[in-house]
């Protein structure tokens, strides 16, 4: 059956759709000897789809990982910066795994990893309405900032939804909330901490969809996710709002 090279290329569990365009769009596919474009379909059955000359084929088991990433580190495979990248981490895994969505630099917690493009795109796409929550250690006018950002905001332009949001412990000034978003634009939480007045000492990821960061987990450590996590992360059924 016909699909979509970046679609094949993700199922395939080479890398995700997003990047298998790019190599599209860069001259690194070839489908039947010729250099692939963008949007162009074919049959894995019939066709022999290579990229950089590396002929493709099927993937049979996914991998599917849950690593605590801890601040310090590149929610990408490499970084022309000389980073570290999260791809250090889970070295040992036995299989090319990407991560799903990102976690910027300073931030710390829940980061899905795996071979399954399908996977990745239910995840990332904005139509399923993923939801992700952080613990956010904060200083600042609290009261004010829960306000508004329980409310719908305006970042550079980008319009972002009303965040759920409760109140923690808090220790002296730091005070401690959980904030719940169902989107994905860059930096986003603490963005919209520091539109709303608060300055964020520290942001960790505890949940996204129905799993949540396993306790168990030290800084820096992975472990596979169990059938029953990823049996829910693949029933998530697209947002009908």
Same mark, same amino acid.
């Given at each position: 059956?016909?699909?979509?090279? &970046?679609?094949? *290329?993700?199922?395939?569990?080479?890398?995700?759709?997003?990047?298998?365009?790019?190599?599209?769009?860069?001259? /690194?596919?070839?489908?039947?000897?010729?250099?692939?474009?963008?949007?162009?379909?074919?049959?894995?059955? @019939?066709?022999?789809?290579?990229?950089?000359?590396?002929?493709?084929?099927?993937?049979?088991?996914?991998?599917?990982?849950?690593?605590?990433?801890?601040?310090?580190?590149?929610?990408? @495979?490499?970084?022309?910066?000389? /980073?570290?990248?999260?791809?250090? *981490? =889970?070295?040992?895994?036995? !299989?090319? =795994?990407?991560?799903?969505?990102?976690?910027?630099?300073?931030?710390?917690?829940?980061?899905?990893?795996?071979?399954?493009? +399908?996977?990745?795109?239910?995840?990332?796409?904005?139509?399923?309405?993923?939801?992700?929550?952080?613990? =956010?250690?904060?200083?600042?006018?609290?009261?004010? !900032?829960?306000?508004?950002?329980?409310?719908?905001?305006?970042?550079?332009?980008?319009?972002? !939804?009303?965040? /759920?949001?409760?109140?923690?412990?808090?220790?002296?000034?730091?005070?401690?909330?959980?904030?719940?978003?169902? &989107?994905?634009?860059?930096?986003?939480?603490?963005?919209?901490?520091?539109?709303?007045?608060?300055?964020?000492?520290?942001?960790?990821?505890?949940?996204?969809?129905?799993?949540?960061?396993?306790?168990?987990?030290?800084?820096?450590?992975?472990?596979?996710?169990?059938? +029953?996590?990823?049996?829910?992360?693949?029933?998530? +059924?697209?947002? !009908?709002?």
């Amino acid at each position: 059956m016909e699909e979509r090279l &970046q679609k094949i *290329l993700s199922s395939c569990g080479i890398t995700s759709r997003r990047t298998a365009e790019e190599w599209i769009l860069g001259g /690194r596919v070839t489908v039947n000897g010729s250099v692939a474009r963008l949007g162009e379909k074919a049959d894995l059955d @019939l066709d022999e789809i290579c990229v950089d000359g590396t002929p493709v084929s099927r993937r049979g088991e996914r991998t599917y990982l849950m690593l605590n990433k801890p601040r310090g580190y590149v929610t990408t @495979l490499s970084d022309e910066k000389g /980073r570290k990248t999260v791809e250090e *981490l =889970v070295s040992t895994c036995g !299989a090319r =795994v990407w991560p799903v969505g990102r976690l910027d630099y300073d931030s710390e917690g829940l980061l899905f990893l795996t071979d399954d493009g +399908e996977m990745t795109q239910r995840l990332t796409h904005p139509s399923y309405q993923t939801e992700k929550e952080y613990l =956010v250690w904060v200083v600042g006018n609290v009261e004010k !900032a829960v306000a508004l950002l329980s409310r719908p905001m305006d970042l550079d332009g980008a319009h972002v !939804a009303a965040a /759920r949001v409760r109140r923690g412990h808090s220790s002296g000034a730091v005070v401690q909330l959980s904030i719940t978003i169902c &989107q994905g634009i860059n930096r986003q939480v603490r963005r919209m901490c520091g539109q709303a007045g608060l300055s964020v000492l520290r942001l960790k990821r505890i949940r996204e969809g129905e799993i949540s960061l396993d306790r168990g987990l030290a800084p820096g450590t992975w472990r596979h996710l169990t059938e +029953e996590e990823i049996q829910k992360l693949k029933m998530k +059924e697209v947002f !009908a709002g």
